[in-house]
């Protein structure tokens, strides 16, 4: 059910791209939390029959799946707000705010080993979230586009203000009022999805590069989760387990950080998926007196796709402009969900033609495929400004 509500996440998009960034974000966020809220009640009252509960609960995943589409919408928010030489420690920042609070929640799991009164723990966290996204501000360039240049302006003296240094970029903003929504014959300032689509078919380089990013979502997805319901059937404390796998996530978003500012966006997330095939594609030859050494190989296999997974957020941001930037992005995101239910059904295709290792050549694979499309056809962002029109790329 959880997974089926992350399809949202195309809604999600456009609802930013029509009404602002922090508006729908912070929406998101407390309807979020009004679940968690709505969760502990359910889980800690009796007044209805156990099976009527089940279906509560199940509708409940449903919305939390819903929900959970504010983290795309988060990472463009900040990516906006920053200069190209920080959209990475940007969008890495949101990324690391979720890695903790998981880390928090197996820790408070491992300590309270009750589920009630961990969704009471839950719950009462989660309604301060709200209070701190409230101080975030709108996304510069969403205003001009909207033509707001006053509210757009002043909100970048603030930042360059609290900086105390000058915003390089305002007379870059500035100029945004300018952009391709121009290429529309609406003359609404909000542009049809439909129309968004039409445009990018017409751009037949922004096509193909469109779906080589749409197969790396699929292919990213497919693995990081087939690799997670395959790190669950580890050996060992399934707290630790969990926890150590955030502390995985934590270190990968630091490499992030580390190698695109120094070498960019390209050949760190190409080289990512080159070595996410072969870890996999090394489990299944391994010889029977290594099989030990099997599990390692998928960690780091799961290290590496957490990379590439992370990264693709950040990659995908910078590629579209900024009238269709979220819907675009959402979209493929969306699709992608298709990635990540199919990786249950990975491991039961092994299962049903008695071939243990066929999620492994499937990973490898897609990873090795998604790697060299990529290579081979998207463009270096780094230190790129954020497009404004289809010619940008």
């Known amino acids: 059910m959880h997974f089926i509500g992350t399809f949202a996440v195309i809604l999600t998009g456009i609802l930013s791209d029509r009404f602002g960034r922090k508006r729908i974000a912070f929406t998101y966020v407390c309807f979020n939390s009004i679940l968690s809220v ?19 609960f199940a509708i409940l995943k449903l919305f939390y799946g819903i929900s959970s589409s504010v983290y795309s919408v988060a990472i463009i928010l900040v990516i906006e707000l920053t200069g190209p030489n920080r959209r990475i420690l940007a969008s890495n920042f949101v990324a690391i705010t979720l890695v903790v609070t998981n880390f928090m929640i197996g820790v408070f799991a491992y300590f309270c080993r009750n589920h009630k009164s961990l969704s009471v723990i839950i719950a009462a966290v ?21 033509k707001r240049k006053t509210e757009a302006l002043k909100i970048l003296r603030k930042i360059s203000k609290s900086n105390n240094r000058p915003m390089k970029f305002i007379e870059e903003i500035e100029g945004l009022q300018h952009s391709t929504i121009s290429l529309c014959s609406n003359k609404n300032e909000n542009i049809d999805y439909f129309e968004i689509l ?22 990213t997805q497919v693995i990081f989760y087939g690799v997670s319901f395959f790190t669950e059937k580890l050996d060992g404390n399934p707290y630790f387990n969990f926890i150590a796998a955030t502390i995985l996530e934590l270190f990968s978003l630091i490499t992030i ?5 120094r070498f960019g966006r390209k050949l760190p997330f190409t080289i990512s998926l080159l070595l996410t095939g072969l870890s996999f594609l ?5 010889p029977d007196m290594y099989n030990s050494l ?10 590496c796709i957490t990379f590439s997974f992370n990264l693709l957020y950040t990659i995908t941001s910078e590629f579209y402009p900024t009238f269709m930037r979220n819907s675009m992005t959402s979209f ?38 998604a790697a060299l499309l990529f290579f081979s056809f998207l ?14 790329f």
């Open 294 to 303: 099997s599990t390692y190989f998928a960690l780091f296999g799961k290290f």
């Open 198 to 219: 039409k445009l990018i078919i017409k751009k037949r380089q922004y096509l193909l590069r469109s779906l080589i990013l749409l197969f790396n979502w699929i292919v």
């Open 379 to 392: 463009p270096e962002t780094k230190n790129r400004s954020l497009p404004e029109n289809l010619d940008d």
């Open 282 to 286: 090394t489990i299944p030859l391994l």
């Open 332 to 369: 493929l995101i969306a699709i992608g969900k298709f990635g990540s239910i199919s990786s249950t059904y990975v491991h039961v295709m092994g299962d049903l033609i008695n071939f243990q290792n066929l999620p492994f050549f499937i990973f490898a694979a897609t990873s090795f495929t």
């Open 126 to 146: 989660s309604v301060l979230i709200p209070a701190a996204l409230w101080i975030v501000p709108e996304s510069p360039r969403w205003l001009i586009l909207q």
């Open 257 to 261: 950080q580390l190698t695109t500012e």
């Open 38 to 56: 709505l969760s502990a009640i359910l889980l800690n009252t009796n007044v209805f029959e156990l099976s009527f509960r089940r279906v509560l």
